[in-house]
T-cell receptor, first 114, second 114 residues
Framework: GDSVTQMEGPVTLSEEAFLTINCTYT??????LFWYVQYPGEGLQLLLK?????DKGSNKGFEATYRKETTSFHLEKGSVQVSDSAVYFC?????????????FGRGTSLIVHP | DAMVIQNPRYQVTQFGKPVTLSCSQT?????MYWYQQKSSQAPKLLFH???????NEADTPDNFQSRRPNTSFCFLDIRSPGLGDAAMYLC?????????????FGDGTRLSIL
């Protein structure tokens, strides 16, 4: 079945540092790929997405490129802020029966210090 | 604003006492999902509805039931909560039309069992 593997956290950085959170996937088809962010006490929010190979998703300074050849969708940001502290989930969406069922990675906690 | 609303945000119940969590949406999405999320883990899909079509995950305990009386509302019933059911419960919606459409999450209900 489909699966998503994320790097283990927590990732601890100083403000303005460069961020990479690795994500790789296995899927039988050609899924869409997503990054969601979860702030403490809240639900998940879509951060960015990419729907086909070589697509780059971007939002709020975060970027990720859909790499079919390496089955990866790594999240990057050039300069993190304290407000970026949250848990980040990589996910894919593939068809299962009549619906599209997302598969989530285990999440990576990011802690940014001033 | 169109959104997914979960009530209550915090729910405390006693061991074995039935509890119902509710979710409503104004997005008019076809699909509604219920997830269980425990600390530092990925959301675990319990079941989902595509319109009135109910889809149970194979490993969802019988203790968990769901109802979707109309497009806007979906309920999660836990018949006899055990200590292991203490978790955050997330409701999400999706259009169900394409794999490139993200899910929209509510802020969750945190369930505690005494």
């Amino acid at each position: 079945g489909d699966s998503v593997t994320q790097m283990e956290g927590p990732v601890t950085l100083s403000e303005e540092a460069f961020l990479t959170i690795n994500c790789t996937y296995t899927a039988t088809g050609y899924p869409s790929l997503f990054w969601y962010v979860q702030y403490p006490g809240e639900g998940l929010q879509l951060l960015l997405k990419a729907t086909k190979a070589d697509d780059k998703g971007s939002n709020k300074g975060f970027e990720a490129t859909y790499r079919k050849e390496t089955t990866s969708f790594h999240l990057e940001k050039g300069s993190v802020q304290v407000s970026d502290s949250a848990v980040y989930f990589c996910a894919l969406s593939d068809r299962a029966g009549g619906s599209y069922i997302p598969t989530f990675g285990r999440g990576t906690s990011l802690i940014v210090h001033p | 604003d169109a959104m997914v609303i979960q009530n209550p945000r915090y729910q405390v119940t006693q061991f074995g006492k039935p509890v119902t969590l509710s979710c409503s949406q104004t997005l008019n999405h076809n699909v509604m999902y219920w997830y269980q999320q425990k600390s530092s883990q990925a959301p675990k899909l319990l079941f989902h509805y595509y319109d009135k079509d109910f889809n149970n995950e194979a490993d969802t305990p019988d203790n968990f039931q769901s109802r979707r009386p109309n497009t806007s509302f979906c309920f999660l019933d836990i018949r006899s909560p055990g200590l292991g059911d203490a978790a955050m419960y997330l409701c999400a919606t999706g259009s169900g039309q394409h794999d490139n459409q993200p899910q929209h999450f509510g802020d969750g209900t945190r369930l505690s069992i005494l």
